[in-house]
């Protein structure tokens, strides 16, 4: 890790202290269309990512990028409003900047969502999935190049990438309410398009239950960190070769919105019985 990095870590975290609110006690990442969740905050205050010291910027139609503070549930949060993918041509270390400086906050727990083709038999559009583990498909890692002992040690364990007690609870939560959980294997595919119908064969083959371009450095920098971590995929569309249609980005952002309503109370009362 370049000694520049950690200094932009310590800026943009800096930054987002001086943010007001109460400190933080929970991170979240929104991932594509499910962005609406940071809009119903209790006192909410936010900053654009090009406000922010060495924020990425995202051109990507409909991943607003803005960071968020406020309340749900009466739990002070910070969440990233649209994220940051290596697709675009960022680095990795630029695509986790904003998730290591919110374990920089003090964060307890990191929450990342995403939207996800499905690839196990069960999975249907509109589906939610709590991630159990993940594949990293990419050969890349956020943590490539020299270790910076101040951020975490040099192999970072990866037993509990998502973090057991925590997505329990969340599927304790969920089933309180009456709302359908999955639990699945997330693998992580560098995109920008989307994969071939024999791609998602050799996924089912390794052990997939759902795709997507994203997620994944973000749970390694927080791993890395010692920030534990739940995922939750929406599952917007079938894989390809499963679907009996071209996938396309509007089906995934028009799943996301048919089930914002939905996604965005599971979240909110998860996050509600979280330590305050
Ligand atoms: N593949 C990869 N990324 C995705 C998909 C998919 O099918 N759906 C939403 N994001």
Redesign the pocket.
């Known amino acids: 890790m370049k000694e520049s990095t950690f200094k932009k870590v310590e800026e943009l975290a800096t930054a987002l202290r001086e943010m007001s609110g109460q400190e933080p006690k929970v991170g979240l990442v929104l991932g594509?269309g499910l962005g609406a969740f940071a809009d119903q905050l209790d006192a909410p205050v936010s900053k654009e990512y090009g406000e922010l010291p060495h924020m990425p910027v995202s051109a990507v139609p409909g991943h607003s990028g803005r960071m968020v503070r406020g309340c749900s549930g009466g739990v002070p949060l910070i969440v990233m409003q649209g994220r940051v993918h290596a697709y675009e041509g960022w680095s990795l270390d630029d695509v986790v900047l904003g998730v290591r400086a919110f374990c920089r906050l003090g964060i307890g727990a990191l929450i990342v969502t995403n939207?996800?083709?499905g690839i196990h038999v069960d999975l249907r559009p509109g589906d939610f999935m709590r991630i159990t583990d993940h594949l990293n498909l990419t050969g890349d890692s956020p943590l490539r190049g020299p270790n910076d002992d101040r951020l975490g040690p040099r192999f970072p364990d990866m037993s509990s990438a998502y973090d057991r007690e925590l997505g329990e609870h969340l599927e304790m939560v969920a089933s309180r309410c009456g709302q359908s959980l999955r639990r699945g294997v997330y693998a992580y595919?560098p995109?920008p398009s989307?994969?071939t119908p024999a791609e998602i064969r050799m996924l089912r083959v390794l052990g997939a239950d759902a795709?997507?371009?994203s997620t994944v450095p973000e749970v390694i920098a927080a791993r890395h960190m010692g920030v534990r971590c739940v995922g939750i995929s929406v599952i917007?569309?079938l894989?390809?070769g499963i679907s009996p249609s071209d996938?396309s980005h509007s089906e995934?952002k028009e799943t996301a919105t048919r089930v914002e309503g939905t996604f965005i109370k599971l979240l909110q009362r998860f996050i509600a019985t979280l330590e305050r």
């Open positions: 594509s939207a996800g083709g595919m995109g989307y994969e795709v997507g371009m917007t569309n894989a390809a996938l995934v």
